[in-house]
């Protein structure tokens, strides 16, 4: 077996809230989106692009989420807007993977979101290989326009989602996983 064999059977998400500093410097985080960037792309279109969300950026970030939150829940609590707030901070650094998959006279548009989800995941398994720990997620507000619109997305262009990376505080009990009895069909 080896070790990137080992990695991918035994890999993990741990939630933001458990990730710590220190996260990836310059040079190793420019070595884990080089590694995220060499993903099947037909075309060599590259449909997809990230955005580093680091230090004070996570911040004014989060104003963006909870002042969203805030217009569309008028009576939230203080609390909960902190809560909201808080959604890219607990992580040292937060990598935001952008779709521009669009019509192509040759590339399907599939493809092009496959790729950027092909993307994402290489950048979790780059940045498990250099020893940091990983949660890609999404959430409502990757979804909310005026949050991508503020974040500097394109209208055109979607999120595939947030990638948090870390050092873990702790890693949770693995969930269960499928049997491959259940998922793979031998024709």
Partial sequence: MTATLDLLKTRRSVPPPLLDEPGPDRAQLEAILTAASRVPDHGKLAPWRFIVIGGEARSRAGEIIASTFAADNPDASPERLAQERARLTHAPV?????SRAGPHVKIPEWEQ????GAATMNLVIAANAAGFATSWLTEWFAYDRRV????????AEKLAGFVHIGRAREVPSDRLRPALDD???YL
């Fill in 94 to 98: 937060v990598v935001a993977v952008v």
């Fill in 148 to 155: 991508l619109d503020a974040l500097g997305l394109a209208p």
């Fill in 183 to 185: 998922i793979v069909t």
């Fill in 113 to 116: 979101v496959l790729s950027a």
